[in-house]
């Protein structure tokens, strides 16, 4: 049998080698690669990204429930509540309600029961983001009904929660309203300039008075529990929870018998009352009118009534104590200090009065068009003779004059607390006139100033700051709204006058109220009071309406406080007018300190 022979073609050898033996190592060097780039990602998630990781992975785990911190509460002097808080119940949500399926059902009830807008309501929750781990206040003071509606309901409005927040109150209403001011919640704008202070969406804050100026003290801290839930949403346990730290109470230098006093006495009238202390400028009373209430400012949203109140066109929210007006005869305090602290007149100067003087070509009038004869500084300031201050402003000259304008104060802010509403008002200078009007300085400029008239404009406040100085020996006080236990020291300084000028002042002032224009202050229902009475022109709607003012402080030889009434447009004089506003407050106090001292008061 013969051998079989191999085929041909099944001995033949695959002879290609190119490219073989490269694929081991590409495929070790690819799969080094590929696992060198996986650990770099792993250790970039764990170590880089680790930290944001882990907090992206918790908040879809872990919600917080925020705790509201109660702001602190205000008293007065005494210890009166002025502002406490209320408990209101709210209505909150969570940011991702409005990407759920069930949001159109949830949204439009919603809108029906808290008369919202739906579009109003998702524009909250967008703004949180869908991200935020902190429930969202959409809806604030819900009545009865609307509690009763959304139990009602709460089959279709599960992601809904209602819980009671604390929200301000002022019991005393308009009374206190701009020396207090309000807390309002904070708008877009004030939101993105104070969240590195801790500022959240719906948070509020004061927005002005006392509420503004000490809002980090009343503010307190944010509390809240931290609550795992499940994948709906729905929580499973409480993780931990943090107390809200409620702010730190304040306590006024305002006394609040003298405010409702002084709220009273200025009645219906547009203007200001101030109250001071003159040892040490503490604020008794701040009245302005027209006036407001801050517990609107409490709504969620404020109606067209509410609006109608704080919108007028006599401006309720402006606080006119820190506007600035022309003082009128009122600054002739100033021009007698300016007169003898020159040393170009003396306390027996006499000057002759006049119906009229003409300087530099113009015709300057007395009061009485007739004048008073001769007189010195006592008597002119008992009967406030114009052409007698005059003649004062012209012989001190205008750098005199504004020197010791501003010495008082004027021109400037007194330091008082409310910076952000206080204006400086304005002291008129040559390089003030000069960019202005483009013409200089003349004598007649110095003669208007000398009365409180032309562009001098101040505050009430500032003019309560000058009655301080004769009514406690020569001190510029700082006017204050903080109570506390420093000495009156502390809050003034010496002008440095002469004893002289001190007592020609307060000789002067008493005068003003036993014998000459403030003779509506001489009452057996109070003690001695030192005063003086101012009366501007003004125009309104180009009717002439003159501005009435009286400052006054009592008893005349250890003055308990200065008062300071400024009634706006009120076509009378200080005397008349003012004067009046002051006795009544006087009055109130004094009947109360010194029960059977003084005579009281005829019944009305």
Avoid: C
Wanted: aromatic share 8%; no cysteine; hydrophobic share 35%.
């Amino acid at each position: 049998m013969a051998l079989m022979q191999p085929s041909p073609l099944s001995g033949k050898k695959n002879t290609r080698t190119v490219g073989r033996s490269f694929q081991p190592l590409f495929l070790i060097v690819f799969t080094l690669l590929m696992t060198t780039g996986i650990s770099v990602r792993l250790a970039y998630l764990q170590i880089v990204e680790g930290a944001a990781l882990r907090k992206r992975a918790e908040a879809n785990r872990v919600r917080v429930i925020p705790k509201q911190p109660e702001r602190g509460n205000i008293f007065d002097r005494n210890g009166k509540l002025l502002a406490s808080t209320r408990y209101p119940r709210s209505v909150y949500l969570w940011p991702m309600a409005h990407t759920k399926p069930s949001w159109p059902v949830v949204g439009r009830r919603l809108e029906k029961i808290l008369e919202i807008p739906q579009e109003e309501i998702e524009k909250k929750l967008q703004e949180a983001g869908a991200n935020s781990s902190s429930l969202i206040r959409i809806a604030r003071d819900l009545n009865e009904a609307q509690i009763t509606a959304v139990k009602e309901y709460e089959n279709e409005l599960k992601d809904v929660e209602i819980h009671t927040e604390a929200v301000r109150y002022y019991p005393h209403g308009k009374q206190l309203a701009h020396v207090l001011g309000y807390t309002r919640e904070l708008t877009a704008e004030q939101l993105k300039a104070r969240e590195e202070e801790g500022y959240r969406l719906g948070d509020v804050i004061g927005q002005m008075g006392a509420e503004k100026a000490y809002e980090k003290t009343l503010r307190g801290e944010w509390g809240g529990q931290q609550v795992e839930v499940d994948g709906a949403g729905r929580p499973l346990r409480i993780l931990g929870e943090k107390q809200a730290k409620a702010g730190k109470d304040l306590h006024l230098t305002l006394d609040l018998d003298m405010q409702k006093a002084a709220e009273k006495a200025l009645g219906d009238r547009d203007g200001a009352i101030v109250a001071i202390d003159p040892k040490n400028g503490a604020v008794l009373a701040m009245v302005s009118h027209p006036t407001f209430d801050p517990n609107i400012f409490s709504k969620q949203k404020l109606s067209q009534k509410d609006w109608e109140t704080v919108q007028g066109e006599d401006h309720p929210l402006v606080n006119r104590a820190l506007s600035a007006f022309p003082p009128a005869s009122t600054f002739k305090i100033v021009t007698t200090t300016a007169g003898l602290e020159s040393g170009k007149f003396s306390p027996s100067t006499m000057l002759q009065t006049y119906g009229s003087l003409t300087i530099g070509g113009t015709r300057f009038g007395e009061w009485n068009h007739k004048g008073f004869g001769p007189l010195g500084f006592v008597g002119a300031l008992q009967w406030s003779s114009d052409t007698f201050f005059y003649q004062i402003g012209r012989g001190v000259g205008g750098p005199t004059l504004i020197e010791w304008t501003r010495k008082y104060g004027f021109g400037q802010k007194t330091g008082f607390e409310f910076a952000s509403e206080e204006t400086k008002g304005l002291v008129p200078d040559e390089a003030w006139k000069q960019k202005v009007w483009k013409i200089p300085w003349t004598v007649g400029d110095s003669i208007n100033m000398s009365i409180g008239q032309g562009a001098l404009q101040t505050t009430p406040l500032q003019v309560a700051v000058m009655f301080a100085v004769p009514a406690n020996g020569g001190y510029r006080v700082q006017p204050h709204l903080l109570k506390d236990n420093e000495t009156a020291k502390n809050w003034r300084e010496s002008l440095n006058m002469k004893p002289a000028t001190i007592k020609v002042l307060r000789e002067g002032l008493q005068k003003v109220v036993s014998e000459g224009t403030g003779k509506a202050l001489k009452q057996p229902t109070i003690p001695p009071v030192a005063g003086k009475s101012g009366t501007a022109e003004a125009w309104k709607r180009g009717v002439k309406q003159n501005h009435a003012w009286f400052g006054a402080y009592a008893p005349v030889n250890q003055p308990e406080m200065v008062i300071v009434a400024f009634a706006e447009h009120s076509g009378g004089g200080g005397g008349s007018i003012a004067a009046p506003m002051i006795l009544k407050i006087m009055e109130d106090y004094f009947q109360r300190k010194y029960p059977g001292k003084y005579q009281k008061p005829e019944t009305k």
